[in-house]
Protein backbone atom coordinates (compact mmCIF):
# COMPACT_ATOMS: atom_id res chain seq x y z
CA UNK A 1 0.00 0.00 0.00
CA UNK A 2 1.29 3.10 -0.74
CA UNK A 3 1.86 5.82 1.56
CA UNK A 4 1.96 9.85 0.30
CA UNK A 5 3.71 12.68 2.47
CA UNK A 6 1.98 15.91 1.95
CA UNK A 7 1.19 19.25 3.88
CA UNK A 8 -1.94 21.43 3.89
CA UNK A 9 -2.33 23.89 0.34
CA UNK A 10 0.61 22.45 -1.21
CA UNK A 11 1.11 20.70 -4.59
CA UNK A 12 0.69 17.28 -2.79
CA UNK A 13 -3.18 17.92 -3.50
CA UNK A 14 -2.62 16.71 -7.07
CA UNK A 15 -0.88 13.09 -6.30
CA UNK A 16 -3.82 12.66 -3.44
CA UNK A 17 -6.96 13.29 -6.08
CA UNK A 18 -4.68 10.95 -8.59
CA UNK A 19 -4.22 8.10 -5.89
CA UNK A 20 -8.15 8.94 -5.62
CA UNK A 21 -8.74 8.47 -9.46
CA UNK A 22 -6.66 5.71 -9.71
CA UNK A 23 -8.73 3.99 -7.06
CA UNK A 24 -5.32 3.13 -5.36
CA UNK A 25 -5.01 1.75 -1.75
CA UNK A 26 -2.64 4.25 -0.09
CA UNK A 27 -2.51 6.05 3.45
CA UNK A 28 -1.51 9.59 4.28
CA UNK A 29 0.65 11.54 6.56
CA UNK A 30 0.63 15.17 7.40
CA UNK A 31 3.69 17.22 7.53
CA UNK A 32 3.69 20.36 9.54
CA UNK A 33 5.28 22.91 7.41
CA UNK A 34 4.41 25.69 10.57
CA UNK A 35 6.35 22.87 13.02
CA UNK A 36 8.70 22.61 10.12
CA UNK A 37 8.59 19.48 10.41
CA UNK A 38 9.99 19.11 6.81
CA UNK A 39 13.40 20.19 7.95
CA UNK A 40 13.36 17.63 10.50
CA UNK A 41 16.04 14.42 10.62
CA UNK A 42 12.62 12.07 10.51
CA UNK A 43 11.45 13.70 6.87
CA UNK A 44 14.71 14.42 5.86
CA UNK A 45 15.32 10.66 5.77
CA UNK A 46 12.30 10.16 4.16
CA UNK A 47 12.71 12.78 1.61
CA UNK A 48 16.07 14.84 1.96
CA UNK A 49 15.03 17.84 -0.27
CA UNK A 50 12.56 18.65 3.03
CA UNK A 51 9.56 19.35 0.77
CA UNK A 52 6.67 17.69 -0.02
CA UNK A 53 5.06 15.64 -1.65
CA UNK A 54 7.12 12.04 -1.27
CA UNK A 55 5.26 8.86 -2.25
CA UNK A 56 6.20 5.52 -0.24
CA UNK A 57 5.70 2.59 -2.57
CA UNK A 58 7.04 -0.88 -2.66
CA UNK A 59 9.85 -0.85 -4.28
CA UNK A 60 10.81 2.72 -2.65
CA UNK A 61 10.35 6.61 -2.03
CA UNK A 62 9.50 8.64 -5.26
CA UNK A 63 9.09 12.74 -5.23
CA UNK A 64 8.45 15.53 -7.74
CA UNK A 65 4.58 15.64 -8.66
CA UNK A 66 5.31 15.24 -12.66
CA UNK A 67 7.09 11.95 -11.63
CA UNK A 68 4.61 10.50 -9.31
CA UNK A 69 1.73 11.21 -11.33
CA UNK A 70 3.40 9.12 -14.31
CA UNK A 71 4.15 6.51 -11.61
CA UNK A 72 0.40 6.55 -10.44
CA UNK A 73 -1.67 6.77 -14.18
CA UNK A 74 1.28 3.88 -15.05
CA UNK A 75 0.58 1.98 -11.81
CA UNK A 76 -3.11 1.98 -12.23
CA UNK A 77 -3.71 1.50 -16.05
CA UNK A 78 -7.04 0.45 -15.78
CA UNK A 79 -7.84 4.57 -14.84
CA UNK A 80 -7.03 5.97 -18.03
CA UNK A 81 -5.12 8.41 -16.56
CA UNK A 82 -2.63 8.89 -19.00
CA UNK A 83 -2.61 8.33 -22.48
CA UNK A 84 -0.07 5.34 -21.76
CA UNK A 85 0.51 3.49 -25.38
CA UNK A 86 1.08 6.98 -26.94
CA UNK A 87 4.56 8.15 -26.52
CA UNK A 88 3.54 11.61 -28.32
CA UNK A 89 0.28 12.02 -26.34
CA UNK A 90 2.24 11.01 -23.39
CA UNK A 91 5.00 13.57 -23.80
CA UNK A 92 2.38 16.34 -24.12
CA UNK A 93 0.86 15.13 -20.63
CA UNK A 94 4.65 15.53 -19.42
CA UNK A 95 5.29 18.92 -20.90
CA UNK A 96 1.98 20.32 -19.40
CA UNK A 97 2.56 19.22 -15.78
CA UNK A 98 6.34 20.06 -16.50
CA UNK A 99 5.54 23.37 -17.11
CA UNK A 100 3.50 24.02 -13.98
CA UNK A 101 6.28 22.61 -12.23
CA UNK A 102 9.14 24.39 -13.81
CA UNK A 103 7.71 27.83 -14.03
CA UNK A 104 3.98 28.19 -12.89
CA UNK A 105 4.83 26.68 -9.64
CA UNK A 106 8.94 28.22 -9.10
CA UNK A 107 6.86 31.47 -10.17
CA UNK A 108 4.10 31.22 -7.69
CA UNK A 109 6.85 30.41 -5.30
CA UNK A 110 8.55 33.77 -5.30
CA UNK A 111 5.74 35.19 -3.06
CA UNK A 112 6.40 33.24 -0.13
CA UNK A 113 9.75 31.05 -0.76
CA UNK A 114 11.71 33.83 -1.60
CA UNK A 115 14.42 33.16 0.50
CA UNK A 116 15.33 30.23 -1.74
CA UNK A 117 16.93 32.04 -4.21
CA UNK A 118 18.07 35.86 -2.34
CA UNK A 119 19.18 36.77 1.25
CA UNK A 120 17.70 40.29 0.83
CA UNK A 121 14.65 41.35 2.53
CA UNK A 122 14.28 43.92 0.22
CA UNK A 123 14.88 41.91 -2.53
CA UNK A 124 12.35 39.00 -1.33
CA UNK A 125 9.65 41.82 -1.36
CA UNK A 126 10.84 42.80 -5.04
CA UNK A 127 10.18 39.27 -5.66
CA UNK A 128 6.53 39.02 -4.34
CA UNK A 129 5.65 42.24 -6.10
CA UNK A 130 5.97 40.47 -9.33
CA UNK A 131 3.93 37.55 -8.15
CA UNK A 132 0.76 38.56 -9.69
CA UNK A 133 2.91 39.42 -12.96
CA UNK A 134 5.02 36.00 -13.38
CA UNK A 135 2.33 33.81 -12.29
CA UNK A 136 -1.02 35.87 -14.47
CA UNK A 137 1.17 35.46 -17.28
CA UNK A 138 1.70 31.46 -16.84
CA UNK A 139 -2.10 31.46 -16.87
CA UNK A 140 -2.85 33.51 -20.05
CA UNK A 141 -0.29 30.99 -21.67
CA UNK A 142 -2.06 28.24 -20.19
CA UNK A 143 -5.81 29.82 -21.11
CA UNK A 144 -4.41 31.03 -24.98
CA UNK A 145 -2.41 27.67 -25.76
CA UNK A 146 -2.71 24.80 -23.67
CA UNK A 147 -5.88 24.00 -21.78
CA UNK A 148 -8.09 22.46 -24.38
CA UNK A 149 -11.03 21.70 -22.82
CA UNK A 150 -12.90 20.45 -21.43
CA UNK A 151 -10.38 18.75 -19.95
CA UNK A 152 -6.44 19.91 -20.05
CA UNK A 153 -5.38 17.51 -23.03
CA UNK A 154 -9.58 17.50 -24.60
CA UNK A 155 -11.84 14.72 -24.73
CA UNK A 156 -9.93 12.60 -21.69
CA UNK A 157 -9.18 13.63 -18.07
CA UNK A 158 -5.59 12.85 -17.24
CA UNK A 159 -2.68 13.68 -14.32
CA UNK A 160 -2.65 17.29 -15.97
CA UNK A 161 -6.37 18.00 -14.79
CA UNK A 162 -5.39 17.31 -10.99
CA UNK A 163 -2.14 19.50 -11.03
CA UNK A 164 -3.70 22.06 -12.75
CA UNK A 165 -6.81 22.48 -10.41
CA UNK A 166 -4.25 22.00 -7.69
CA UNK A 167 -1.96 24.95 -8.44
CA UNK A 168 -4.64 27.15 -9.84
CA UNK A 169 -6.11 26.95 -5.67
CA UNK A 170 -3.26 29.56 -5.15
CA UNK A 171 -4.67 32.29 -7.62
CA UNK A 172 -6.32 34.14 -5.29
CA UNK A 173 -3.34 34.26 -3.02
CA UNK A 174 -1.32 35.24 -5.74
CA UNK A 175 -3.57 38.11 -6.37
CA UNK A 176 -4.00 36.94 -9.75
CA UNK A 177 -8.10 37.52 -10.55
CA UNK A 178 -9.75 34.18 -11.67
CA UNK A 179 -12.19 36.19 -13.51
CA UNK A 180 -9.43 36.72 -16.29
CA UNK A 181 -9.17 33.60 -17.89
CA UNK A 182 -12.55 31.67 -17.85
CA UNK A 183 -11.53 28.31 -19.16
CA UNK A 184 -8.97 27.63 -16.09
CA UNK A 185 -12.08 29.13 -13.91
CA UNK A 186 -14.57 26.74 -15.64
CA UNK A 187 -11.98 23.88 -15.64
CA UNK A 188 -11.45 24.71 -11.64
CA UNK A 189 -14.90 24.59 -10.77
CA UNK A 190 -15.73 21.20 -11.80
CA UNK A 191 -12.57 20.13 -11.10
CA UNK A 192 -14.00 20.73 -7.31
CA UNK A 193 -17.93 19.06 -7.94
CA UNK A 194 -15.96 15.11 -8.70
CA UNK A 195 -15.89 13.50 -5.73
CA UNK A 196 -12.22 12.20 -5.39
CA UNK A 197 -11.55 15.88 -5.25
CA UNK A 198 -13.98 16.70 -2.57
CA UNK A 199 -12.46 13.53 -0.76
CA UNK A 200 -8.76 14.47 -0.88
CA UNK A 201 -9.84 18.39 0.16
CA UNK A 202 -11.86 17.27 2.92
CA UNK A 203 -8.79 14.73 4.20
CA UNK A 204 -5.84 17.31 3.75
CA UNK A 205 -8.16 20.64 5.69
CA UNK A 206 -10.47 18.34 8.26
CA UNK B 1 12.68 13.22 -39.47
CA UNK B 2 12.54 15.40 -35.86
CA UNK B 3 13.53 18.60 -35.83
CA UNK B 4 15.49 20.51 -32.90
CA UNK B 5 15.41 24.13 -31.63
CA UNK B 6 18.50 25.11 -29.47
CA UNK B 7 20.58 27.94 -28.51
CA UNK B 8 24.20 27.53 -27.35
CA UNK B 9 24.64 26.74 -23.97
CA UNK B 10 21.63 26.13 -23.12
CA UNK B 11 19.47 22.55 -21.45
CA UNK B 12 18.50 21.93 -25.20
CA UNK B 13 21.91 20.29 -24.90
CA UNK B 14 20.96 17.51 -23.41
CA UNK B 15 18.01 16.14 -26.04
CA UNK B 16 20.29 17.06 -28.53
CA UNK B 17 22.67 14.16 -26.77
CA UNK B 18 19.92 12.26 -26.47
CA UNK B 19 19.28 12.61 -30.35
CA UNK B 20 22.48 11.27 -30.74
CA UNK B 21 22.26 8.66 -28.56
CA UNK B 22 18.73 7.28 -30.22
CA UNK B 23 20.69 7.32 -33.03
CA UNK B 24 17.72 9.32 -34.35
CA UNK B 25 17.40 11.13 -37.64
CA UNK B 26 17.40 14.44 -37.02
CA UNK B 27 18.13 18.63 -38.04
CA UNK B 28 18.51 21.20 -35.58
CA UNK B 29 18.08 24.84 -36.11
CA UNK B 30 20.12 27.64 -34.07
CA UNK B 31 18.07 29.99 -32.03
CA UNK B 32 20.14 33.36 -31.25
CA UNK B 33 19.52 34.47 -28.16
CA UNK B 34 21.79 37.76 -28.52
CA UNK B 35 19.05 38.82 -31.31
CA UNK B 36 16.39 37.66 -29.21
CA UNK B 37 15.28 35.84 -32.15
CA UNK B 38 13.15 33.36 -29.41
CA UNK B 39 11.10 36.54 -28.90
CA UNK B 40 9.88 37.40 -32.57
CA UNK B 41 6.66 35.70 -33.86
CA UNK B 42 8.61 33.28 -36.44
CA UNK B 43 9.61 31.75 -32.91
CA UNK B 44 6.74 31.93 -30.79
CA UNK B 45 4.62 30.35 -33.38
CA UNK B 46 7.32 27.06 -33.09
CA UNK B 47 7.24 28.03 -29.01
CA UNK B 48 4.57 30.32 -27.61
CA UNK B 49 6.95 30.39 -24.36
CA UNK B 50 9.91 32.19 -26.43
CA UNK B 51 12.02 29.29 -24.71
CA UNK B 52 14.13 26.12 -26.57
CA UNK B 53 14.50 23.76 -26.84
CA UNK B 54 11.60 23.09 -28.79
CA UNK B 55 11.25 19.34 -30.77
CA UNK B 56 9.49 19.35 -34.10
CA UNK B 57 7.72 15.71 -34.48
CA UNK B 58 5.72 14.17 -36.94
CA UNK B 59 2.85 14.41 -34.48
CA UNK B 60 3.42 17.87 -33.35
CA UNK B 61 6.04 20.07 -31.41
CA UNK B 62 7.32 19.25 -27.88
CA UNK B 63 8.76 21.18 -25.23
CA UNK B 64 10.26 21.09 -21.60
CA UNK B 65 13.08 18.95 -21.48
CA UNK B 66 11.69 15.74 -19.07
CA UNK B 67 9.00 15.52 -21.61
CA UNK B 68 11.08 15.68 -24.40
CA UNK B 69 13.78 13.37 -22.93
CA UNK B 70 11.15 10.62 -22.31
CA UNK B 71 9.75 10.98 -25.15
CA UNK B 72 12.90 10.02 -27.50
CA UNK B 73 13.68 7.07 -24.99
CA UNK B 74 10.29 5.84 -26.31
CA UNK B 75 10.61 6.74 -29.71
CA UNK B 76 13.66 4.79 -29.86
CA UNK B 77 13.23 1.63 -27.13
CA UNK B 78 16.49 -0.29 -29.00
CA UNK B 79 18.63 2.59 -27.90
CA UNK B 80 17.94 1.69 -24.34
CA UNK B 81 17.72 5.35 -22.64
CA UNK B 82 15.43 4.64 -19.99
CA UNK B 83 13.99 2.06 -18.05
CA UNK B 84 10.42 1.68 -20.27
CA UNK B 85 9.11 -1.38 -18.64
CA UNK B 86 9.27 -0.35 -15.22
CA UNK B 87 7.19 1.96 -14.46
CA UNK B 88 8.99 2.80 -10.78
CA UNK B 89 12.75 3.00 -11.94
CA UNK B 90 11.08 5.25 -14.82
CA UNK B 91 9.62 7.44 -12.40
CA UNK B 92 12.85 7.88 -10.39
CA UNK B 93 14.27 8.76 -14.15
CA UNK B 94 11.35 11.19 -14.08
CA UNK B 95 11.97 12.27 -11.15
CA UNK B 96 15.44 13.29 -11.29
CA UNK B 97 15.27 14.80 -13.93
CA UNK B 98 12.35 16.59 -12.89
CA UNK B 99 14.92 18.30 -9.92
CA UNK B 100 17.06 19.29 -12.47
CA UNK B 101 14.62 21.27 -14.71
CA UNK B 102 12.47 22.69 -11.70
CA UNK B 103 15.09 23.03 -9.06
CA UNK B 104 19.01 23.48 -10.37
CA UNK B 105 18.14 25.05 -13.69
CA UNK B 106 15.66 27.52 -11.87
CA UNK B 107 18.49 28.15 -9.12
CA UNK B 108 20.68 28.44 -12.08
CA UNK B 109 18.59 31.10 -13.92
CA UNK B 110 18.26 33.77 -11.47
CA UNK B 111 22.08 34.45 -12.19
CA UNK B 112 21.12 35.99 -15.82
CA UNK B 113 17.18 36.20 -15.69
CA UNK B 114 16.49 37.46 -12.56
CA UNK B 115 14.12 39.60 -14.23
CA UNK B 116 11.41 37.04 -14.71
CA UNK B 117 11.01 37.17 -11.26
CA UNK B 118 11.73 41.00 -9.77
CA UNK B 119 11.64 44.37 -11.64
CA UNK B 120 14.10 45.92 -8.88
CA UNK B 121 17.52 46.11 -10.46
CA UNK B 122 18.69 45.79 -7.05
CA UNK B 123 17.00 42.24 -6.62
CA UNK B 124 18.28 40.63 -9.34
CA UNK B 125 22.03 41.62 -8.25
CA UNK B 126 20.75 40.15 -4.60
CA UNK B 127 19.43 37.07 -6.86
CA UNK B 128 22.85 37.02 -8.65
CA UNK B 129 24.80 36.76 -5.20
CA UNK B 130 22.70 33.87 -3.68
CA UNK B 131 23.45 31.66 -7.06
CA UNK B 132 26.58 29.85 -5.89
CA UNK B 133 24.82 29.04 -2.87
CA UNK B 134 21.47 27.55 -4.48
CA UNK B 135 23.63 25.83 -7.06
CA UNK B 136 26.04 24.65 -4.96
CA UNK B 137 23.29 22.79 -2.41
CA UNK B 138 21.76 20.89 -5.95
CA UNK B 139 24.79 19.71 -6.00
CA UNK B 140 25.13 18.64 -2.62
CA UNK B 141 22.41 16.23 -2.87
CA UNK B 142 22.98 15.17 -6.25
CA UNK B 143 26.73 14.07 -4.86
CA UNK B 144 25.45 12.83 -1.79
CA UNK B 145 21.87 11.11 -2.69
CA UNK B 146 21.22 11.09 -6.07
CA UNK B 147 23.99 9.59 -8.62
CA UNK B 148 24.69 6.02 -8.15
CA UNK B 149 27.53 5.91 -10.46
CA UNK B 150 29.03 4.91 -12.23
CA UNK B 151 25.81 6.77 -14.72
CA UNK B 152 23.24 8.97 -12.72
CA UNK B 153 20.84 5.91 -11.71
CA UNK B 154 23.54 3.09 -11.56
CA UNK B 155 25.08 0.59 -14.24
CA UNK B 156 22.58 1.68 -17.04
CA UNK B 157 23.15 4.89 -19.34
CA UNK B 158 20.00 6.90 -19.05
CA UNK B 159 18.46 9.92 -20.58
CA UNK B 160 19.38 11.80 -16.88
CA UNK B 161 22.83 11.20 -17.93
CA UNK B 162 22.59 14.17 -20.58
CA UNK B 163 20.79 16.49 -18.44
CA UNK B 164 23.23 15.86 -15.73
CA UNK B 165 26.24 17.05 -17.80
CA UNK B 166 24.60 19.52 -19.82
CA UNK B 167 23.68 22.03 -16.18
CA UNK B 168 26.94 20.61 -15.14
CA UNK B 169 28.60 22.74 -17.92
CA UNK B 170 27.11 25.80 -15.85
CA UNK B 171 29.21 25.00 -12.76
CA UNK B 172 32.48 27.27 -13.43
CA UNK B 173 29.39 30.15 -14.70
CA UNK B 174 27.63 29.85 -11.09
CA UNK B 175 30.82 29.89 -8.99
CA UNK B 176 30.37 26.59 -7.78
CA UNK B 177 33.51 24.74 -7.81
CA UNK B 178 33.67 21.33 -9.58
CA UNK B 179 36.51 20.48 -6.94
CA UNK B 180 34.06 19.80 -4.44
CA UNK B 181 31.76 17.02 -5.58
CA UNK B 182 34.08 14.05 -7.19
CA UNK B 183 31.26 11.96 -8.54
CA UNK B 184 29.67 14.68 -10.51
CA UNK B 185 33.02 15.95 -12.09
CA UNK B 186 34.06 12.29 -12.85
CA UNK B 187 30.36 12.00 -14.41
CA UNK B 188 30.95 15.05 -16.29
CA UNK B 189 34.55 14.02 -18.16
CA UNK B 190 33.65 10.66 -18.62
CA UNK B 191 30.67 11.73 -20.89
CA UNK B 192 32.08 14.70 -22.38
CA UNK B 193 34.62 12.02 -24.13
CA UNK B 194 31.50 10.02 -25.75
CA UNK B 195 31.31 10.81 -29.38
CA UNK B 196 27.60 12.33 -28.91
CA UNK B 197 28.52 14.61 -27.01
CA UNK B 198 31.01 15.81 -28.70
CA UNK B 199 28.92 15.67 -31.91
CA UNK B 200 26.41 17.60 -30.23
CA UNK B 201 28.56 19.82 -28.43
CA UNK B 202 30.51 20.76 -31.54
CA UNK B 203 27.96 21.21 -33.88
CA UNK B 204 26.01 23.51 -31.19
CA UNK B 205 29.46 25.85 -30.48
CA UNK B 206 30.63 25.43 -34.16
Not at 66 to 90: G, N, T
Not at 156 to 173: K, R
Request: aromatic letters at 10%; glycine letters at 4%.
Amino acid sequence: MMKLYYAAHTCALASHIALEDAGAEYSTVRIDFAAEEQRKPQYLAINPKGRVPALITERGILTETPAMLAFIAQSFPKAKLAPLDDPFAFAEVQAFNSYLCATLHVAHAHRMRGYRWADDPAAMEAMKRKVPDSVGACYELIESKMLRGPWVMGDSYTICDPYLFTVAQWMEGDSVDPARFPKVSDHRQRMSERAAVRKAIAEELG
